[in-house]
């Protein structure tokens, strides 16, 4: 399921490379994979959801999040953002969670307000508890 987090930046859980060509149709430009290889069983290989969206003519980062996301992941994520020009992004992970972890971080870091990101979490079905710490 995918979630809209503002008006560019989307998150869900695992993505197979089957599904990136949709995503463009629904103007996708940029994937951010925060979700490490080997994670779980039978998930796609990253270099398969790579290869889905070259193909789509949409940009891809790799950028696996294990723990929590870090000043390198949320910087990695922002410049992704900048990156993706008037076009979406979607970022994912397992659920959506920790693509939207980082998304808090980063734009928390570019000023937005704590309690809209919080609010707009939220809206998202996700609970920023577990980062409260660093926002």
């Not at 270099?47 to 950028?63: C, Q, T």
């Amino acid at each position: 399921m995918i979630r809209q987090l503002d008006d560019r930046t989307f998150v869900s859980g695992q993505i197979a490379p089957d599904e990136v060509a949709g995503l463009a149709e629904h103007g996708v430009t940029m994937i951010v994979n925060n979700r490490p290889d080997g994670e779980d069983p039978g998930q796609p290989l990253a270099s398969d959801i790579e290869e889905a969206a070259k193909a789509a003519g949409i940009g891809y980062r790799f950028l696996p999040i294990r723990r929590g996301p870090g000043p390198a992941e949320v910087g990695e994520l922002q410049d992704a953002m900048r990156d993706c020009g008037d076009g979406k992004l979607l970022a994912f992970c397992r659920s959506g969670a920790r693509s939207t972890f980082a998304w808090a971080l980063a734009r928390r870091e570019e000023g937005m307000g704590r309690e809209e990101v919080e609010r707009l979490a939220e809206d998202a079905g996700v609970s920023l508890a577990p980062i409260a710490h660093l926002l």
